[in-house]
């Protein structure tokens, strides 16, 4: 089994900054691909950011490219997501995930095998 645990959401204004963090343990393995998704109020959930096993390569959804910056440290077992200049658009629970055994990185919901509970980050106009 493997858990996943967010952490660093939160209330910011719109223009401010959050970090989250996702620290994952028991057996995960080699190596997995990480995720960062979102799901706000009456929505599915959808892709933020993506990071592959090496953390060399990274991608976003149109949305939050240039604002949001996806990174990991695989000593750690810990992934994060810096979230600058945020909008109130920006508001919903945000899940890390992993798909386990997998190197790349991946934007499909439905490829990952594990999920966090969740952080929600609130950003006020």
């Known amino acids: 089994q493997v858990q996943l645990v967010e952490s660093g959401g939160g209330l910011v204004q719109a223009g401010g900054s959050l970090r989250l963090s996702c620290a994952a343990s028991g057996r995960t393995g080699s190596a997995y691909a990480m995720g960062w998704f979102r799901q706000a109020p009456g929505k599915e959930r959808e892709f933020v950011a993506t990071i592959n096993w090496t953390g060399r390569s990274t991608y976003y959804a149109d949305s939050v490219k240039g604002r949001f910056t996806i990174s990991r440290d695989n000593a750690k077992k810990t992934v994060y997501l810096q979230m600058n200049s945020l909008k109130p658009e920006d508001t919903a629970v945000y899940y890390c995930?992993?798909?386990?055994?997998?190197?790349?990185?991946?934007?499909?919901?439905?490829?990952?095998?594990?999920w966090g509970q969740g952080t929600q980050v609130t950003v006020s106009s």
């Open positions: 995930a992993a798909r386990l055994g997998y190197t790349q990185q991946d934007i499909d919901v439905t490829n990952y095998n594990y």
